[in-house]
Antibody, heavy 120, light 106 residues
Framework: EVQLVESGGGSVQPGGSLRLSCAASGFTFSSYAMTWVRQAPGKGLEWVSVITGSGGSTDYVDSVKGRFTISRDNSKNTLYLQMNSLRAEDTAIYYC?????????????WGQGTLVTVSS | DIQMTQSPSSLSASVGDRVTITCRASQSISSYVNWYQQKPGKAPNLLIYAASSLQSGVPSRFSGSGSGTDFTLTISNLQPEDFATYYC????????FGQGTKLHIK
């Protein structure tokens, strides 16, 4: 059974940092692209970042470029999102998700989400 | 950046109805559109990928169509469990979600 479990969320002041983790199981982790998607309270979904199975290629939404870094440790079956210089508008539930075949074909398994609150 | 304009933002329908949700891309994206359903407090659920392919386990009353810039999600014979929020997503260049369509019970 595929499982994705996020952790690392919490409350942080503007300008602070957090590192989110997503522990994966039930599939060959290194074979799939992984993504982070966030959802601000009461708002829609916003794609944040994606990484290929090997970790060799990444992409980001413009609003987080230079502040967030996606990475993965295929030996630990874990996806990460390092978030620096956090802003109030980064407040959201952050979901990790697994690509279906490649990232071009959507994301078929999602974690339960972890809440990040940026506030003074 | 590719923008996805989804409409309507809200839709009321009855059990047994057929409804259509549309997404328009700001530029041609071939068939790289996926559709998700999200229920309150839950993660999204992939329904359709590559514009028209039904994800495994998803009921056949869900269907998708389109290519280029215009895409539709159709739900036939609405069931009570279908009342939720629906999102399109383009995956041609990076990824972008539409604004969402909340499907209400009439």
């Amino acid at each position: 059974e595929v499982q994705l479990v996020e952790s690392g969320g919490g409350s942080v002041q503007p300008g602070g940092s957090l590192r989110l983790s997503c522990a994966a199981s039930g599939f060959t982790f290194s074979s799939y692209a992984m993504t982070w998607v966030r959802q601000a309270p009461g708002k829609g979904l916003e794609w944040v970042s994606v990484i290929t199975g090997s970790g060799g290629s990444t992409d980001y939404v413009d609003s987080v470029k230079g502040r967030f870094t996606i990475s993965r440790d295929n030996s630990k079956n874990t996806l990460y999102l390092q978030m620096n210089s956090l802003r109030a508008e980064d407040t959201a539930i952050y979901y990790c998700a697994k690509s279906l075949l490649s990232a071009r074909y959507g994301f078929d398994y999602w974690g339960q989400g972890t809440l990040v609150t940026v506030s003074s | 950046d590719i923008q996805m304009t989804q409409s309507p933002s809200s839709l009321s329908a009855s059990v047994g109805d057929r409804v259509t949700i549309t997404c328009r891309a700001s530029q041609s994206i071939s068939s790289y559109v996926n559709w998700y359903q999200q229920k309150p407090g839950k993660a999204p659920n992939l329904l359709i990928y590559a514009a028209s392919s039904l994800q495994s386990g998803v009921p056949s009353r869900f269907s998708g169509s389109g290519s280029g810039t215009d895409f539709t999600l159709t739900i036939s014979n609405l069931q009570p469990e279908d009342f939720a929020t629906y999102y399109c997503q383009q995956s041609h260049t990076a990824h972008t979600f539409g604004q969402g369509t909340k499907l209400h019970i009439k």
